[in-house]
């Protein structure tokens, strides 16, 4: 498996508070990837990174920033949390074309908002 | 925008049949296509993926099949055991920054 990590694993937080989840990468790979799973919606991505400081929004960005301010960590914060942002967050890692392209995700982190 | 259409979103099989799952990408820039089994609880996992100048790939029991034209991969199992039971997406990338998921079919096998 490739090193990710993330943190934490499960997390029951109030309406209206902030949360951060960590992503931890041992494999020095470029991009890194938030996405969410949520029953009959596959995976869809939240925000990426393709180098320190450099990140992206992707599909459902709104209610989430990012940030990256080392290679090897991308952090997904929701600023005030709402009920419909319940749900399992993976982060992914990619080198890119240099290495052909192949996706590597973490096991995923069990958010409830309550 | 671009999509890619999984199908179908369940899929029930007998124990020792084949299993077909069916992609179609929009993207006609797309050129690699991987495959992820997601067991419950657990996080997807690359089983098998293609590259856009191949037409098939083989692994054991699992295969698929690229039609550039059509724009449509397939995941093929054979033999099907219970340990295939899991829920499976397929994938178009064209970067990147350009990756689309399939909503997902999950796959169960019958004793």
């Known amino acids: 498996d490739a090193g990710i990590t993330q943190s934490p694993r499960h997390k029951v937080t109030e309406t209206g508070t902030p949360v951060t989840l960590r992503c931890h990468q041992t494999?020095?790979?470029?991009?890194m990837y938030w996405y969410r799973q949520d029953p009959g919606h596959g995976l869809r991505l939240i925000h990426y990174?393709?180098?320190?400081?450099?990140?992206d929004k992707g599909e459902v960005s709104d209610g989430y920033s990012v940030s990256r301010s080392k290679t090897e960590d991308f952090l997904l914060t929701l600023e005030s949390a709402t009920s419909s942002q319940t749900s399992v967050y993976f982060c992914?890692?990619?080198?890119?074309?240099?290495?052909?392209?192949?996706?590597?995700f973490g096991e995923g982190s069990w958010l409830t908002v309550v | 925008g671009e999509n890619v259409e999984q199908h179908p979103s369940t899929l029930s099989v007998q124990e020792g049949d084949s299993a077909v799952i069916k992609c179609t990408y929009s993207?006609?820039?797309?050129?690699?296509f991987p495959w992820y089994k997601q067991e419950l609880g657990k996080r997807p996992q690359l089983i098998i993926d293609?590259?856009?100048?191949?037409g098939e790939k083989k692994d054991q029991r699992i295969a698929v099949t690229l039609n550039k034209t059509a724009k449509h991969f397939s995941l093929h199992i054979t033999e099907t055991q219970p340990e295939d039971s899991a829920v499976y997406f397929c994938?178009?990338?064209?970067?990147?920054?350009?990756?689309?998921f399939g909503s997902g079919t999950r796959l169960s096998i019958r004793p």
């Open positions: 992914a890692i990619s080198e890119g074309q240099t290495s052909g392209n192949t996706i590597y």
């Open positions: 494999e020095n790979h470029r991009y």
């Open positions: 990174s393709y180098g320190v400081k450099d990140t």
């Open positions: 993207d006609s820039a797309s050129n690699y």
């Open positions: 293609i590259r856009s100048n191949v």
């Open positions: 994938a178009a990338y064209r970067s990147a920054s350009k990756i689309i």
